[in-house]
């Protein structure tokens, strides 16, 4: 069975990987294990962990992983909205197409890094769009029928939920929050989208589901300068 380390943010972060990920990967022999980003030690402590904070931290975190000979694929789950302005490739990626915008700062992140078994994701915007794709789930979960109908607008707005705006109004865990205020990041989402399933959830979100299908597949036999 393949490892991979999954460098994620947080405790949210962390749910979504052992609830959604987990399960079905391990079907396709491919067993993630997620590891929170650390962000700073305070004396006498051992690290904090959660939440993004400048590159070198991450850059640092990515490349104690890879250092693991045992570990097949090292990857990130980490939101495109409120990267680091540091993040390789963020201040000159195009800003009109979503995807192209992620796909050139996975790329840059690539190359700095420079190891084949490496494998950069960021998600579209945040993980809370995976949210919005729950709609329905949430709803459901919230005892709010009004919900479903409020967050699917949003999503058939943008054109799909990972197109949700970024904005630090408008981003998707704002919208869910302004709809339902009593929204339990940590608990509610990881569950709704649980139960919506990850087949379901790639059906939507085509940034994931080529994540998901690279990481089926194996590590990338690119030589990590691309």
Request: glycine share 6%; charged share 25%; with cysteine.
């Amino acid at each position: 069975m393949r490892q991979v380390h999954v460098l994620v943010e947080g405790a949210t972060e962390e749910r979504l990987v052992q609830q959604v990920l987990q399960p079905e990967l391990i079907v396709r022999d491919v067993w993630v294990t997620p590891v929170a980003l650390k962000t700073r030690r305070a004396a006498g402590r051992p690290h904090d962990k959660g939440g993004v904070s400048r590159w070198p931290k991450i850059e640092h975190d990515i490349r104690a992983l890879l250092r693991n000979s045992a570990v097949d694929t090292v990857t990130t789950m980490l939101d495109l909205y409120g990267l680091p302005t540091d993040t390789p490739g963020l201040s000159d990626a195009p800003a009109v197409d979503a995807y192209a915008r992620v796909g050139h700062v996975e790329e840059a992140m690539a190359r700095v890094i420079g190891d084949q078994r490496f494998l950069p994701f960021l998600v579209l915007h945040e993980t809370e769009a995976w949210v919005l794709a729950a709609a329905n789930e949430l709803a459901e979960l919230v005892a709010s029928p009004r919900l479903a109908d409020v967050l699917r607008s949003h999503v058939a707005a943008a054109g799909g939920p990972e197109l949700v705006n970024d904005g630090p109004d408008t981003a998707p865990s704002k919208r869910i929050l302004r709809a339902h205020p009593a929204y339990r990041k940590v608990v509610d989402g990881p569950d709704a989208v649980e139960l919506l399933g990850l087949d379901a959830l790639r059906i939507t979100c085509p940034h994931l589901d080529a994540w998901l299908k690279r990481l089926e597949s194996g590590p990338d036999t690119r030589d990590g300068s691309a």
